[in-house]
T-cell receptor
Framework: AQSVTQLGSHVSVSEGALVLLRCNYS??????LFWYVQYPNQGLQLLLK??????LVKGINGFEAEFKKSETSFHLTKPSAHMSDAAEYFC?????????FGKGTLLTVNP | EAGVAQSPRYKIIEKRQSVAFWCNPISGHATLYWYQQILGQGPKLLIQ????????DSQLPKDRFSAERLKGVDSTLKIQPAKLEDSAVYLC?????????????FGPGTRLTVL
């Protein structure tokens, strides 16, 4: 069985500060990993994904994530937060063609 | 390219009533998913279709939930009768195929409130 743990249900940062959202996974097979963002009253939008190859993955809106197999982690970062980054972020793992989501981390950005 | 369409966006019903949600996936996408997202949680897969066949419905409460995907295009999810615990956002997603690497594209969701 696969699972995802997102550490911190709520993260608050100041505008311009580093954003770090943590994600750890468990999977019995080599995983594919995803980060999605959800703005209020909207569906989920893909930020980035790791399948194979380079372990540092760049996504949209300046976000990136690094796959660390030894730590079973896939943390999401952005060097400088914008007000528009305020949203809920979901980490997900796909193995055996099934996508399993974490519980999400709500990011607030303070002016 | 048009995204995944869902309707209605909001629905309020009394418990024991029935309700239906509609989803139209991105054109050409063979795989369609229905997820349930309870407040404060991540989406949970209810059912997955490949064309018009069911691939996975292991987490669908079959005593009250049903879904179909006629002609392998749009899909309907029904709840009959609804319970209070069914209050959630129901998300529809589609992907080109069912490979684990395929990106799933999500619709805006239907927010269901059961009173």
């Amino acid at each position: 069985a696969q699972s995802v743990t997102q550490l911190g249900s709520h993260v608050s940062v100041s505008e311009g500060a580093l954003v770090l959202l943590r994600c750890n996974y468990s999977s019995s097979v080599p995983p594919y990993l995803f980060w999605y963002v959800q703005y209020p009253n909207q569906g989920l939008q893909l930020l980035l994904k790791y399948t194979t190859g380079a372990t540092l993955v760049k996504g949209i809106n300046g976000f990136e994530a690094e796959f660390k197999k030894s730590e079973t982690s896939f943390h999401l970062t952005k060097p400088s937060a914008h007000m528009s980054d305020a949203a809920e972020y979901f980490c997900a793992v796909s193995s055996n063609y099934k996508l399993t989501f974490g519980k999400g981390t709500l990011l607030t950005v303070n002016p | 390219e048009a995204g995944v369409a869902q309707s209605p966006r909001y629905k309020i019903i009394e418990k024991r009533q029935s309700v239906a949600f509609w989803c139209n996936p991105i054109s050409g996408h063979a795989t369609l998913y229905w997820y349930q997202q309870i407040l404060g949680q991540g989406p949970k897969l209810l059912i997955q279709f490949q064309n018009n066949g069911v691939v996975d419905d292991s987490q669908l409460p079959k005593d009250r939930f049903s879904a179909e995907r006629l002609k392998g295009v749009d899909s309907t999810l029904k709840i009959q009768p609804a319970k209070l615990e069914d209050s959630a956002v129901y998300l529809c997603a589609s992907s080109l195929w069912e490979r684990g690497t395929d990106t799933q594209y999500f619709g805006p969701g239907t927010r269901l409130t059961v009173l």
